[in-house]
């Protein structure tokens, strides 16, 4: 089995003895390693000695067939990057707080990694959203798996945001932005401005204002086959948009575009987990305090 590692950087201190322990097992494996250049640079900080490849998301051709995720949730975000519409399933272990994304407990990852052997493991098909516009924004990559954001730039006055469903006008958002979001992503900064959350495989997008001044204006659910159009009004000359955590400054004026991108996230859930357990245990879904 071909692995690659893909890391962020060593966030907290006390973290350098599980990434010892996590590098130090994969060493005794007779798999083929690849880590990312990040975590080549993490494991030269902590004075690791090792014989892995070294791969960019520069390279033509990934060399591996499984992409492991070593960090929080946002290092899986970041994973899109690296493995676009290659097909290459991706698990995230969980080396951050929450770890909703990164499911896969550290101190249970050398019975994940045989389970990931001999294949006790499902593929999840996550949506990713695709931004269309007439600047080059994000670096050429203007894709996301959690979602969009329209944001105002300042802390001063709201802005409008005028969005149209598949050409006809939807409505004007008087509010500080709003939120286009996968049903990966409706348990983020969507669900923290009153969206619902929406199991994966759904095929549907969550439209959610953020702070708005309608007091009619509510989340809602589309089609995900759907496109959106957003044109943004307001007194600053420009404002923020953000695909998962990269954010861009776009002058006011500026039409955007949004759809299905033409490629899934694949990514792995290991036997015995749901996404119900999920929002159970890290949302603390339907808890009753009272028992």
């Given at each position: 089995?071909?692995?690659?590692?893909?890391?962020?950087?060593?966030?907290?201190?006390?973290?350098?003895?599980?990434?010892?322990?996590?590098?130090?097992?994969?060493?005794?494996?007779?798999?083929?390693?690849f880590?990312?250049?990040?975590?080549?640079?993490?494991?030269?900080?902590?004075?690791?000695?090792?014989?892995?490849?070294?791969?960019?998301?520069?390279?033509d051709?990934l060399?591996?067939?499984?992409?492991?995720?070593?960090?929080?949730?946002?290092?899986?975000?970041?994973?899109?990057?690296?493995?676009?519409?290659?097909?290459?399933?991706?698990?995230?272990?969980?080396?951050?707080?929450?770890?909703f994304?990164?499911?896969?407990?550290?101190?249970a990852?050398?019975?994940?990694?045989?389970?990931?052997?001999?294949?006790?493991?499902?593929?999840?098909?996550?949506?990713?959203?695709?931004?269309?516009?007439?600047?080059?924004?994000?670096?050429?990559?203007?894709?996301?798996?959690n979602?969009?954001?329209?944001?105002?730039?300042?802390?001063?006055?709201?802005?409008?945001?005028?969005?149209?469903?598949?050409?006809?006008?939807?409505?004007?958002?008087?509010?500080?932005?709003?939120?286009?979001?996968?049903?990966?992503?409706?348990?983020?900064?969507?669900?923290?401005?009153?969206?619902?959350?929406?199991?994966?495989?759904?095929?549907?997008?969550?439209?959610t204002?953020?702070?708005?001044?309608?007091?009619?204006?509510?989340?809602?659910?589309?089609?995900?086959?759907?496109?959106?159009?957003?044109?943004?009004?307001?007194?600053?000359?420009?404002?923020?948009?953000?695909?998962?955590?990269?954010?861009?400054?776009?002058p006011?004026?500026?039409?955007?575009?949004?759809?299905?991108?033409?490629?899934?996230l694949?990514?792995?859930?290991?036997?015995?987990?749901?996404?119900?357990?999920t929002?159970?245990?890290?949302?603390?879904?339907?808890?009753?305090?009272?028992?």
């Amino acid at each position: 089995m071909k692995i690659g590692i893909y890391t962020r950087s060593l966030p907290e201190p006390d973290h350098e003895r599980y990434v010892r322990e996590f590098f130090a097992f994969l060493s005794k494996q007779d798999d083929t390693i690849f880590i990312h250049k990040n975590a080549q640079e993490v494991l030269r900080r902590i004075n690791f000695e090792h014989n892995f490849q070294v791969f960019t998301e520069t390279n033509d051709q990934l060399p591996f067939d499984i992409l492991l995720s070593l960090g929080g949730d946002g290092t899986v975000l970041d994973t899109l990057r690296i493995v676009r519409g290659s097909g290459i399933p991706v698990l995230g272990v969980n080396l951050g707080r929450f770890g909703f994304l990164a499911s896969s407990r550290l101190e249970a990852f050398e019975e994940n990694y045989n389970n990931l052997k001999t294949g006790k493991y499902n593929i999840e098909h996550r949506s990713v959203i695709q931004l269309e516009s007439d600047l080059n924004l994000f670096e050429g990559f203007p894709y996301a798996l959690n979602d969009f954001i329209v944001h105002k730039k300042d802390s001063s006055s709201m802005i409008t945001v005028h969005a149209r469903l598949n050409h006809e006008p939807l409505t004007s958002y008087w509010a500080d932005g709003v939120i286009l979001a996968t049903p990966t992503g409706s348990t983020g900064y969507s669900l923290s401005c009153g969206g619902p959350i929406v199991y994966p495989g759904s095929s549907s997008f969550v439209l959610t204002p953020i702070a708005p001044h309608n007091l009619t204006i509510r989340p809602i659910v589309l089609n995900d086959q759907s496109t959106l159009s957003f044109e943004i009004e307001g007194r600053t000359v420009d404002f923020l948009v953000t695909m998962d955590s990269r954010s861009e400054t776009v002058p006011k004026g500026t039409k955007l575009r949004i759809a299905r991108a033409p490629f899934d996230l694949h990514m792995i859930s290991l036997e015995g987990q749901t996404y119900t357990q999920t929002i159970r245990n890290k949302l603390l879904w339907g808890v009753d305090r009272r028992n």
